[in-house]
């Protein structure tokens, strides 16, 4: 089983930034490839990012140059930075690692950037 805890979502005006964190636990190895994706209303969960336990990373196009991923397999968590926010950015976003055929998912957090 595996765990995921996201925070340090908020409200925040355009322009702004965040930082996005999502601590792991339970039987995750520092191997593990994880992902942030996104869910706006009414729209499709997308996928904003993710990271190899090499450190590669890939980003969607709309959020390359403004956010960076990142993790510090330490303290088994991965991070989200998001620079020049818009309100297009606004959405739930939910921490992700996959184990096989399954996928675990965070509670997921809310990001908000007002115009």
């Known amino acids: 089983q595996v765990q995921l805890v996201e925070s340090g979502g908020g409200l925040v005006q355009a322009g702004g930034s965040l930082r996005l964190s999502c601590e792991a636990s339970g039987s995750i190895s520092s191997a593990t490839v994880m992902y942030w994706y996104r869910q706006a209303p009414g729209k499709q969960r997308e996928l904003v990012a993710f990271i190899t336990n090499y450190g590669s990373t890939i980003y969607a196009g709309s959020v390359k140059g403004r956010f960076t991923i990142s993790r510090d397999n330490a303290k088994n968590t991965v991070y989200l930075q998001m620079n020049s926010l818009t309100p297009e950015d606004t959405a739930v976003y939910y921490c992700?690692?996959?184990?096989?055929?399954?996928?675990?998912w965070g509670q997921g957090t809310q990001v908000t950037v007002s115009s």
């Open positions: 992700n690692t996959k184990k096989g055929l399954i996928d675990y």
